[in-house]
């Protein structure tokens, strides 16, 4: 538990940045400059210590993870140490390794999927591989990968108008629907990039909410619930103190650094290195701690 009463209970890993996408958009993770990427033994090492201290959920993350060639041994590795442990992947690799995960141990996904018009999925991703990630959904669904989530930034002037057609396209599917605000930083509120796209989502609130035949508020970042019946979850990080004050969850970079918040760089804990130096569980254990005592909120009241 941090100094804020916030007990972590799970933890997000970045095991790359590589991706073979290039979403005008994308974050990275909060990830500046990455040094290198870790083997499936010394993730493993790390989940396993996690689940000593109480860690039950894992979600896996890049870059894209599934360009690792070896992905299927980090979600192996992982697996026994966890409650669930979950994937955020844009979808194109689907078709052809959703079994492979699925037999490693992985639980569910969530897939990138923030149009289904092929010219702005172009426009967002530099690329025309919309097909493969609707045929990755399919075969998610077939080995069962569920429950399945589709993640859907909100943008202004790129995709705020086809909201209905992934609601439409989420029914169809049997799926979830999350509806994400685009994510930026206090210095990024100036920035020109933010100003152009990012888009209210209050007015989309309300329509849900006047169509929604059930509303619930989850205790992760209290974020709402419509069901319409096709269930829709909307994600309002920015200028939030509820986001942060409900936020239980650690991460980890792909070159092995504890990272208290997405949004922040400060408080970075080395913990791979000490493991190459031939530190013990006990050494990083308390590293852990020391993190999560540290944490503190990005947004507050």
């Given at each position: ?81 966890m409650k669930e442990v979950s994937l955020t992947t844009n979808g194109t690799l689907l078709p052809d390794k959703a079994g492979d995960i699925k037999d490693a141990g992985l639980d569910r996904i969530n897939v990138s999927l923030d149009t289904l018009d092929t010219e702005t999925y172009r426009r967002i991703s530099g690329s025309d591989d919309l097909d493969s990630v609707l045929a990755g959904i399919d075969e998610a669904l077939r080995v069962e ?157």
């Amino acid at each position: 538990m941090d100094a804020y009463g916030r007990r972590v209970t799970s933890l997000r890993i970045s095991i790359t940045q590589r991706c073979n996408l290039n979403c005008f958009y994308c974050h990275k993770e909060g990830e500046l400059s990455p040094s290198s990427e870790m083997t499936p033994e010394e993730i493993g090492r790390l989940i396993s210590i996690a689940g000593e201290m109480g860690l039950k959920k894992l979600k896996i993350t890049g870059g894209e993870p599934l360009v690792r060639e070896d992905i299927a041994e980090v979600i192996a590795a992982c697996a026994p140490h966890m409650k669930e442990v979950s994937l955020t992947t844009n979808g194109t690799l689907l078709p052809d390794k959703a079994g492979d995960i699925k037999d490693a141990g992985l639980d569910r996904i969530n897939v990138s999927l923030d149009t289904l018009d092929t010219e702005t999925y172009r426009r967002i991703s530099g690329s025309d591989d919309l097909d493969s990630v609707l045929a990755g959904i399919d075969e998610a669904l077939r080995v069962e990968l569920t429950p399945i989530k589709l993640n859907m930034v909100l943008m202004s002037g790129i995709n705020n108008d086809q909201v209905e057609d992934l609601i439409r396209f989420s029914g169809e599917k049997g799926v979830i629907l999350q509806i994400i605000e685009l994510e930026t930083t206090r210095e990024g509120l100036k920035s020109s990039f933010y100003s152009r796209y990012h888009y209210d989502l209050n007015g989309l609130e309300t329509d849900l909410r006047s169509r929604a035949k059930r509303i619930v508020s989850r205790e992760m970042h209290h974020r709402m619930k419509y069901f319409l019946p096709t269930e829709v979850e909307v994600v309002r990080p920015m200028h939030n103190p509820d986001f942060c004050a409900n936020c239980h969850r650690l991460r980890i970079t792909s070159d092995g650094k504890l990272k208290p918040c997405l949004l922040s760089s400060h408080g970075l804990v080395d913990v791979v290195t000490p493991m190459r130096e031939g530190c013990g569980d006990d050494h990083i254990r308390e590293l852990f701690r020391e993190t999560i005592i540290n944490r503190k909120p990005y947004w507050v009241s």
